[in-house]
């Protein structure tokens, strides 16, 4: 058995369509620890979906929202979190984080981001659909390096069931 002592905290990090809220939920269950999701925690308390945010008060303001709640999150003890993909633009985030817990970076290519992006919306042309997978390219390529710094373990998640995923990451936390 893992010692949850020695976790403290597991935050997972990545790019949309990586899997973190799903993986988080079962890992949290699995290890038998509190589930956070810093966008959802955003949106029930400021009672807005975070489009709505961005909208209003910017991505600026919105990063402004993330800062704080991921700071007050990652300040629990035996919590897996699920992060935004952009969280670590925010040199303040990546200390909180790096710090704080055990940092898992899920990693998904962007095809398969594409794909599990798509799935939340019924229909898309094909030059959205093509708009949409460079944005997501483009948005990953600035963000591996950030990822990197701060991840202490890596897993990748194409093709693979949740399940799988959760006992991959078991496994490698059990090797530390």
């Known amino acids: 058995m893992i010692s949850l002592y020695r976790l403290k905290n ?21 290890l038998g620890l509190e589930f956070f999701d810093s966008d959802q925690e955003i949106e029930k308390r400021s009672g ?16 402004d929202r993330e800062k704080r709640v991921v700071d007050e999150l990652t300040q629990k003890s035996g919590i897996v979190l699920s992060t ?10 990546r200390k909180y984080l790096g710090s704080r817990g055990t940092v898992i970076h899920l990693m998904t ?13 019924k229909t898309l042309s094909s030059q959205d659909a093509a708009e949409i997978r460079a944005k997501l390219a483009s948005f990953d390529r600035d ?10 373990i890596r897993v990748h998640t194409d093709g693979c069931a949740v399940k799988t995923v959760v006992g ?9």
Do not use: C
């Open 10 to 30: 597991i935050f997972l990090i990545g790019p949309m369509g990586a899997g973190k809220s799903t993986i988080g939920r079962l890992l949290a269950e699995t």
């Open 48 to 63: 807005v979906d975070i489009a709505w945010i961005v909208d209003l008060e910017g991505e600026d303001g919105f990063r």
């Open 84 to 93: 935004g993909g952009g969280v670590v633009l925010s040199n303040d985030n």
């Open 109 to 121: 290519t962007t095809e398969e981001q594409q794909k599990r992006t798509m799935r939340t919306r």
């Open 143 to 152: 963000l591996e390096t950030l990822y990197d710094e701060i991840a202490h």
């Open 168 to 176: 991959s990451i078991l496994d490698e936390l059990k090797a530390r």
